[in-house]
């Protein structure tokens, strides 16, 4: 998977070490990252620049979610895939999720796991399982 510096992967996580870790996993692989901490600062960063892959917590600052950013991400960009990274999703979030076709992670997330499931949906087969 040479081609892996060629894809930009936008990560948001209101958990600064979780971020850290995320990015720096992601990097490791060749990825390029840009990591939020804040809806408001992740759709700004969807303003300045393109990515193929949007992996975002589920609950955000104050009463913001990852549906929220992801949102926008699709706005801008439909077909990008994205996922939500969550410890707690109620059924109607993951009804929701898979209503928009929109993966869902649970935390805490393996690596191997966690690696596996960004590559796919990188290569488009981002169906819902």
Same mark, same amino acid.
Do not use: W
């Given at each position: 998977m040479g081609d892996a510096g060629t894809y930009r992967?936008?990560?948001v #996580? #209101?958990? =600064?070490s979780v971020l850290v870790t995320y990015q720096l996993i992601l990097e490791q692989q060749g990825y390029l990252v840009a990591a939020c901490a =804040?809806?408001?600062e992740a759709i700004r960063?969807? $303003?300045r620049q393109d990515f193929d892959l949007i992996l975002c917590d589920y609950s955000l600052e104050e009463q913001h979610t990852g549906f929220e950013v992801i949102t926008e991400a699709r706005r801008?960009? %439909?077909?990008? %895939?994205?996922a939500?990274? =969550?410890g707690y999703a109620t059924k109607e979030t993951a009804d929701e999720a898979s $209503?928009?076709?929109?993966?869902?992670?649970?935390? %805490?997330?393996?690596i191997e796991e966690f690696l596996a499931t960004t590559s796919k949906m990188l290569?488009? #087969?981002?169906e819902p399982d």
């Amino acid at each position: 998977m040479g081609d892996a510096g060629t894809y930009r992967i936008l990560v948001v #996580d #209101d958990e =600064t070490s979780v971020l850290v870790t995320y990015q720096l996993i992601l990097e490791q692989q060749g990825y390029l990252v840009a990591a939020c901490a =804040t809806s408001v600062e992740a759709i700004r960063e969807l $303003g300045r620049q393109d990515f193929d892959l949007i992996l975002c917590d589920y609950s955000l600052e104050e009463q913001h979610t990852g549906f929220e950013v992801i949102t926008e991400a699709r706005r801008l960009k %439909p077909q990008v %895939p994205a996922a939500l990274l =969550t410890g707690y999703a109620t059924k109607e979030t993951a009804d929701e999720a898979s $209503g928009k076709n929109i993966g869902v992670m649970f935390k %805490p997330i393996e690596i191997e796991e966690f690696l596996a499931t960004t590559s796919k949906m990188l290569r488009g #087969d981002h169906e819902p399982d």
